[in-house]
């Protein structure tokens, strides 16, 4: 994916204002036949420790060129998705242009879902 991504996980780590600070991101859901049955793999609830195993992670050039270009979004992660039947896995990399991953309130990973996920 080289597109946008928007993320209300507002509790995980990598959350930014509604950005993803990651450098990859994992859907799962190999299964899934509705956006309820993925996953993101790679939320992880915000806090010190959690912060510093997930630096690996990081996206950092991306969050600086999101810094000095406030007025769009330049950073977005990659997406490995294992949701062999949505329409825009291609060899379980995310094809479509803008995805939002829904997880308000979120304590772990089974509390978020691709909302781009089309059958």
């Known amino acids: 994916m080289s597109g946008k991504l928007n993320c209300s996980a507002e509790s995980c780590v990598h ?23 993925t996953d993101c793999k790679t939320f992880a ?15 950092v050039p991306g969050e600086i060129r999101q810094f000095v270009n406030q007025d769009e979004v ?4 990659s997406i490995k998705c294992e949701a ?16 939002a991953i829904y997880g308000p309130g979120a304590k772990s990973s089974n509390g978020t879902q691709c909302e781009t996920f089309v059958e």
């Open 84 to 99: 062999v039947n949505c329409t825009y896995n291609v060899d379980q990399i995310c094809g479509a242009s803008n995805v």
């Open 15 to 37: 959350n930014m204002s509604g950005l993803c600070s990651a450098n990859t991101i994992f859907i799962e859901g190999n299964e899934a036949r509705t956006s309820r049955s």
């Open 74 to 77: 330049v950073m977005s992660p």
């Open 45 to 59: 609830q915000k806090g010190f420790i959690n912060a510093v195993t997930n630096v690996v992670n990081s996206n």
